[in-house]
């Protein structure tokens, strides 16, 4: 089942400056072959649950597993039928939103 999610892996205890470490996780999430987007503060995934619930594993694990305390944000949308919700979720609201301004 199509599933869209919002995650923020970010590292512990490791200083003031965590790019280097959210880089890591999101190497792993480029190299899923799933479709994503990373912003400033999270990284959407969209895919099968399990694909995606892999893929959040993995990217965690990768600081975890070099013992960083690790925390994970994660907001998941499921919905039945939908496919591509990372861009057609955005496209009915601006729809809406253009529609507004008339």
């Known amino acids: 089942m199509n599933t869209l999610i919002a995650v923020a892996i970010a590292p512990f205890g490791v200083g003031d400056e965590l790019s280097e470490y959210v880089a890591q996780a999101c190497k ?37 597993e070099k013992g960083i305390r690790t925390e994970v944000i994660l907001k998941a949308d ?12 955005l496209d009915r609201l601006n729809e809406q ?6």
């Open 78 to 89: 499921i919905r039945p039928g939908f496919t591509n919700t990372m861009e057609g979720k």
């Open 28 to 64: 792993v999430i480029a190299q899923s072959g799933l479709k994503y987007k990373t912003c400033s503060m999270f990284t959407e995934i969209e895919g099968g649950w399990d694909d995606v619930m892999k893929c959040v594993k993995d990217a965690t694990m990768v600081l975890a």
């Open 97 to 102: 939103l253009n529609a507004s301004e008339k």
